[in-house]
């Protein structure tokens, strides 16, 4: 019996210097940290305790989040800061 769905490879992905690609992740993470930084998220209420370890750990979560969301495809600005690293580098 013929498979109803006939099974297509997936074109292989774009081959990418891997230093300017980790480059260009890492900075779209920390732009992501800092727009979740100015949504307000990880601020803790001033009747939980607060302080400045309170807020130091909060950054560390809100690095990790930004990472989280690069690592599931992110807001697309690793790939045009890639493309840019790459032309200056021409």
Known sequence: M???I????LPAPPQRDPQLWDAARALEANFLAE??????L???PEGFGGGPGED???SFLR?????ALVDAGGIGL???LYN?????RK
């Open 63 to 67: 690095q990790e989040q930004a990472e």
């Open 42 to 44: 990880g601020a803790t």
């Open 6 to 9: 006939p099974s297509h490879p």
């Open 78 to 80: 690793a790939e045009s």
């Open 56 to 58: 130091q750990f909060a």
């Open 35 to 40: 727009m979740l930084k100015s949504a307000g």
């Open 2 to 4: 013929a498979d109803p």
């Open 84 to 88: 840019s690293l790459l032309e200056r």
